[in-house]
């Protein structure tokens, strides 16, 4: 059974205080690894998708990285407007497409 | 990327009555999917809506209460029938595009 932890649960960053987020996984075989914001009422917004092991994606002040086991989420130099929960999923390459979610870190950046 | 559309945004329902939520994408997909998100969770996957076949649903799920059309490669329904408090929740519609994207969910309450 495919199997997603994420950690911590929630972090709470000063305005500028770089960190990351990690993501463990357990799949029988990784079709993609994916991350995504969701704001509080909101559907989750894509951010981003890795495949393979030393893949690593950024968009603004978010780079995302993935090894055979776990996946990071670096924000650097965070702002109020980057609080939000962080979800990870992963999609497995045989059986069901449907993504298997984390249960998220919920991110506050203070001013 | 795909724009996916959810009817309703939100609503307040009757313990024991119906209510269907519908999914509009505006490009074709190949998959569709039903997620919940009950308070303060993440994301279960209810079923994977399949084009002109019955849905598959997840262990938890059932047909009878969770009732899934997919006419087409751009619209779904998920009926949930039968409402009791316990599925005050985010519903949220899922497709597979050149990503995965989300709807930005339909909250119902069940009073």
């Known amino acids: 059974e495919d199997q997603v932890t994420q950690s911590p649960e929630a972090l709470r960053l000063q305005e500028g205080e770089s960190s990351s987020l990690n993501c463990s996984y357990t799949v029988s075989g990784l079709r993609g690894l994916f991350w995504y914001r969701q704001d509080p009422g909101k559907g989750p917004e894509f951010l981003f998708t890795l495949y393979s092991a030393g893949e690593e994606k950024e968009k603004e002040r978010l780079k995302a990285t993935l090894t055979k086991k776990e996946s990071f989420l670096h924000i650097t130099a965070p702002k109020p407007e980057d609080s939000a929960t962080y979800l990870c999923?992963?999609?497995?390459?045989?059986?069901?497409?449907?993504?298997?979610f984390g249960s998220g870190t919920r991110l506050q950046v203070q001013p | 990327s795909a724009v996916i559309s959810q009817k309703p945004s939100r609503d307040i329902c009757q313990r024991g009555t119906s209510l269907t939520i519908q999914c509009q994408v505006d490009s074709q997909v190949t998959m569709m999917f039903w997620y919940r998100q009950q308070p303060g969770q993440s994301l279960t996957l209810i079923a994977t809506a399949n084009q002109g076949s019955e849905a598959t649903y997840e262990s938890g799920f059932v047909i009878d209460k969770f009732p899934i059309s997919r006419p087409n490669l751009t619209f779904s329904t998920l009926t949930v029938s039968n409402m009791s408090p316990e599925d005050s929740s985010i519903y949220l519609c899922?497709?597979?595009?050149?990503?995965?994207?989300f709807g930005e969910g339909s909250w119902l309450t069940v009073v």
């Open positions: 899922s497709a597979f595009g050149d990503t995965i994207y």
């Open positions: 999923a992963v999609q497995a390459s045989t059986g069901r497409r449907a993504l298997t």
